[in-house]
């Protein structure tokens, strides 16, 4: 089984900067694309941000420009630095992870447990 352990979430004044951790640990053969996702109260999980373990990237409109995603695949870290935070940030943060326990195998997903965001203005 694969663990996400998330940490970094807080508070932060508009326009300010968090920067979320996620470290994937287990036994996976490899990890494929390592997301984070966010949910507001009362709005369905949304992606926020996406990396492969080619490097691809992908950002949802609502962030481009003010969030980056990193990912160090030697230590299964994903990072969302996100600068000029609003108020429309504040969400739990979910890290979310594609694996395969070996090279044969059907991936698989995982969650972490969430981080709390909160932005005031």
């Known amino acids: 089984q694969v663990q996400l352990d998330e940490s970094g979430g807080g508070s932060a004044q508009a326009g300010g900067s968090l920067r979320l951790s996620c470290t994937a640990s287990?036994?996976?053969?490899?990890?494929?694309?390592m997301d984070w996702y966010r949910q507001a109260p009362g709005k369905e999980r949304e992606l926020v941000a996406g990396?492969?373990?080619?490097?691809?990237?992908n950002l949802a409109d609502s962030v481009k420009g003010r969030f980056t995603i990193s990912r160090d695949n030697a230590k299964n870290t994903v990072y969302l630095q996100m600068n000029g935070l609003k108020p429309e940030d504040t969400a739990v943060y979910y890290c979310?992870?594609?694996?395969?326990?070996?090279?044969?195998?059907?991936?698989?997903?995982?969650w972490g447990q969430g981080t709390q965001v909160t932005v005031s203005s």
């Open positions: 287990g036994s996976a053969f490899s990890f494929n694309t």
């Open positions: 979310h992870a594609e694996w395969r326990a070996t090279m044969l195998d059907r991936v698989r997903t995982a």
């Open positions: 990396k492969t373990s080619g490097g691809s990237t």
